[in-house]
Protein backbone atom coordinates (compact mmCIF):
# COMPACT_ATOMS: atom_id res chain seq x y z
CA UNK A 1 0.00 0.00 0.00
CA UNK A 2 1.39 3.52 -0.98
CA UNK A 3 2.09 5.22 2.39
CA UNK A 4 1.19 8.82 0.59
CA UNK A 5 -2.50 7.40 0.89
CA UNK A 6 -5.20 7.01 3.65
CA UNK A 7 -8.21 5.32 4.29
CA UNK A 8 -11.01 8.21 5.62
CA UNK A 9 -14.72 8.43 6.33
CA UNK A 10 -17.19 8.72 3.23
CA UNK A 11 -17.80 12.58 4.08
CA UNK A 12 -14.39 13.46 3.92
CA UNK A 13 -14.07 14.35 0.80
CA UNK A 14 -16.97 16.40 0.69
CA UNK A 15 -15.59 18.21 3.73
CA UNK A 16 -12.31 18.86 2.23
CA UNK A 17 -14.46 19.95 -1.55
CA UNK A 18 -16.41 22.35 0.97
CA UNK A 19 -13.57 24.23 2.07
CA UNK A 20 -12.54 25.36 -1.40
CA UNK A 21 -10.03 22.48 -2.13
CA UNK A 22 -9.86 19.47 -3.84
CA UNK A 23 -9.13 15.68 -3.70
CA UNK A 24 -8.69 13.18 -5.72
CA UNK A 25 -10.26 9.23 -4.50
CA UNK A 26 -10.37 6.02 -5.44
CA UNK A 27 -13.40 3.91 -4.29
CA UNK A 28 -11.52 0.45 -2.97
CA UNK A 29 -13.12 -3.07 -3.67
CA UNK A 30 -13.86 -5.47 -0.64
CA UNK A 31 -10.69 -6.75 -0.64
CA UNK A 32 -8.54 -3.57 -0.73
CA UNK A 33 -10.92 -2.27 1.77
CA UNK A 34 -10.20 -4.67 4.59
CA UNK A 35 -6.39 -4.37 3.69
CA UNK A 36 -6.65 -0.69 4.19
CA UNK A 37 -8.70 -0.89 7.27
CA UNK A 38 -6.64 -3.24 9.26
CA UNK A 39 -3.75 -0.25 8.90
CA UNK A 40 -6.20 2.18 9.62
CA UNK A 41 -7.18 0.25 13.11
CA UNK A 42 -3.59 0.34 13.60
CA UNK A 43 -3.51 3.88 13.38
CA UNK A 44 -6.55 4.53 15.29
CA UNK A 45 -5.01 2.26 17.97
CA UNK A 46 -2.15 4.59 18.11
CA UNK A 47 -3.46 7.58 18.61
CA UNK A 48 -5.62 6.61 21.48
CA UNK A 49 -2.64 4.99 23.25
CA UNK A 50 -1.13 8.40 23.37
CA UNK A 51 -4.44 10.83 23.37
CA UNK A 52 -6.94 8.74 25.53
CA UNK A 53 -9.79 10.86 24.69
CA UNK A 54 -12.87 9.98 24.01
CA UNK A 55 -13.09 10.62 20.29
CA UNK A 56 -10.06 8.34 19.98
CA UNK A 57 -12.01 5.28 21.12
CA UNK A 58 -15.20 6.05 18.97
CA UNK A 59 -12.45 5.92 16.25
CA UNK A 60 -11.36 2.40 16.88
CA UNK A 61 -14.97 1.40 17.49
CA UNK A 62 -16.05 3.08 13.77
CA UNK A 63 -12.93 1.20 12.21
CA UNK A 64 -13.73 -2.32 14.11
CA UNK A 65 -17.24 -2.29 13.43
CA UNK A 66 -16.37 -1.56 9.13
CA UNK A 67 -14.22 -4.62 9.67
CA UNK A 68 -16.89 -6.78 11.32
CA UNK A 69 -19.38 -5.71 8.78
CA UNK A 70 -16.91 -7.07 5.65
CA UNK A 71 -17.21 -10.39 7.61
CA UNK A 72 -20.80 -10.38 7.87
CA UNK A 73 -21.20 -9.02 11.63
CA UNK A 74 -23.42 -5.81 12.53
CA UNK A 75 -22.44 -3.57 15.16
CA UNK A 76 -25.22 -5.19 17.27
CA UNK A 77 -23.37 -9.24 16.80
CA UNK A 78 -20.09 -7.50 17.92
CA UNK A 79 -22.14 -5.78 20.83
CA UNK A 80 -24.05 -9.01 22.03
CA UNK A 81 -20.97 -11.39 21.48
CA UNK A 82 -18.75 -9.08 23.41
CA UNK A 83 -21.42 -9.20 26.41
CA UNK A 84 -21.62 -12.78 25.95
CA UNK A 85 -17.76 -13.11 26.82
CA UNK A 86 -18.10 -10.85 29.95
CA UNK A 87 -20.77 -13.12 30.85
CA UNK A 88 -18.76 -15.79 30.76
CA UNK A 89 -15.71 -14.68 30.85
CA UNK A 90 -15.50 -11.85 32.94
CA UNK A 91 -13.79 -8.26 31.63
CA UNK A 92 -10.66 -6.69 32.07
CA UNK A 93 -12.07 -4.64 35.07
CA UNK A 94 -9.78 -6.44 38.33
CA UNK A 95 -6.51 -6.08 36.37
CA UNK A 96 -5.40 -9.59 36.69
CA UNK A 97 -2.05 -10.64 35.18
CA UNK A 98 -1.34 -14.48 34.71
CA UNK A 99 2.17 -15.08 35.05
CA UNK A 100 1.83 -19.09 35.22
CA UNK A 101 -0.20 -22.12 34.93
CA UNK A 102 1.18 -25.85 36.56
Given at each position: ??N????V????????????K?????????QQ?V????V?????L???F?????????????V??????R??????DI??????K????G??D????L????
Amino acid sequence: MNNSVKLVRDKTPEIIESSGKKCIIENLDDQQMVEYLYVKFNEELYELFYCEELEGFADVMEVLFSIGKRYGYSEQDILRKRSEKKATHGSFDNNILLKHIY
